[in-house]
C-alpha cells in the first residue's frame, strides 16, 4: 500500500493569526505530498514497501538519502499536523508537567530551552520534546527531516512534540522572524495530544 496524505483535524485558516491559511494549505498539499510521492517512488518494488512508516524510520539506512529525507519528511510532518490546534485548548498538566518540572524547573523554562533549540537549529530542521522510556523528558533538534528515532539523531528519545523550523513553515507570514514564529508555536500546540504522547511512549 502507498503511503497517502493524512487529514487535517481542523481547516487550514484554524490556526490564524498564528500560522497562516496559506501556509498551512501549501506546507500540506505541497510539501507534505511531494515527501509522500518521493517516499513512494523511493521504496516501490524494495523490501521497505512492506514496512510500516514507524519501522522504516526506526531501521533507517541513514545511507539511503531519498528513503531517510522523504521518510522522514512525512513521518514529521503527519506528527506535527497531530499535535496542532486552534488556540485554547489543552493545557499541560499531569505526569508530563511533573517531567517537564523535572527537567527544566518550570514550563517557563522549558518554553524558553524549547525555543532556543528551535533558535539555534542552523538551516532547516525540527525541535523535538521528546520522553525517554523511564519518564524523564529532554529537548533535542535535527537537521533536514532526520528524526530522533532514526538511529544517531537526536536524543534518541521518542517525540512527543516537535516544531518545524524549515522557512516553508513560516515564511509567507513571518519572513526571516524565526523567533516569532516559534513564540507562537505555543499558542496552537494541544498539550492534550502531547500528554497523550508522553503515556504512550512511558508505559
Ligand atoms: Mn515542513
Redesign the pocket.
Known sequence: MPFTLPALNFAYDALEPHIDSRTMEI?HTK?HQAYITNLNNAISGTALENQTLDEIIKNMDMTNNAVRNNGGGHWN?SFFWEILQPENKGRLSGPLADAIDAAYGSKETFMEKFAAAAMTRFGSGWAWLCAHKDGHVEICSSANQDNPLMPGIGCGGTPIAGL?V?E??YYLNYQNRRADYVASFWNVLNWNVVEEKYKAATK
Open positions: 506546507h510539501h510532518h518545524d524549515w516553508h513553515a
